[in-house]
């Protein structure tokens, strides 16, 4: 289960405009959801808000306080001022309870592969988050895997994570999908030219006519 983040929140005045608010340190934000029967619109304090931004993912659960009463939410979507990339507006949803929701959950390895510290490979993780099907109540706030085992052309793949993933839940990808590898690294022909030593130009002399 994931940790729950608070964060506390104000009922909006729609009279009053979200450039107004933005103006007051606050960001307008709506939560909807289909246990809901209309939107709520709410207000956060913007320096509230950058701080849990800097911590949550999308599979984050997150405790909407509004003093009386703590509403459980999902952060949808996020707006950001395109200069000075602070928080404008926000989206969360309720999930209904009981039923499934989709959402990625973020994917992160641990460990140096043996590949790379012995046998001078690369890694490359290939995906980042996991998509799956999932109940409000399974979500877990991230997946982790040690690579510390991994050589050479060895990768892990969705099959090799199954027993971390919550039971009930359902990954959005096919079993065989890659999500780390580790590869040989490739040097360049430019790379092992200027590796070899240079060889001493061949002077030709011109021959002088007896």
């Given at each position: ?181 580790i590869n040989k690294k490739v040097v ?23």
């Amino acid at each position: 289960m994931a940790r729950k983040y608070n964060l506390e929140v104000v009922e909006r005045d729609l009279k009053k405009k979200a450039n107004v608010l933005r103006a007051e340190g606050f960001v307008p934000a709506e939560v909807y959801g289909p246990a809901l029967k209309e939107n709520k619109h709410i207000a956060i304090a913007e320096k509230e808000m950058s701080r849990m931004l800097e911590k949550i993912t999308e599979a984050s659960l997150i405790d909407l306080d509004f003093g009386n009463e703590k509403v459980t939410v999902f952060l949808k979507t996020i707006q950001r001022h395109k200069v000075s990339d602070k928080p404008i507006h926000a989206d969360f949803y309720i999930p209904a309870e009981g039923r499934k929701m989709t959402l990625n959950i973020p994917f992160e390895v641990e460990g140096d592969p043996i590949g790379v510290t012995r046998d001078n490979g690369v890694m490359e993780v290939v995906l980042f988050e996991i998509p799956v099907e999932i109940l409000p109540k399974d979500v877990i706030e991230e997946i982790r895997i040690d690579v510390s085992n991994l050589e050479i052309n060895q990768h892990i793949t969705v099959a090799d994570i199954a027993e971390l993933i919550p039971e009930n839940a359902k990954v959005l990808l096919d079993e065989d999908e890659v999500l780390v590898t580790i590869n040989k690294k490739v040097v360049s022909v430019e790379d092992e030219e200027n590796g070899e030593e240079s060889a001493e130009p061949e002077v030709i002399e011109e021959k002088t006519e007896e």
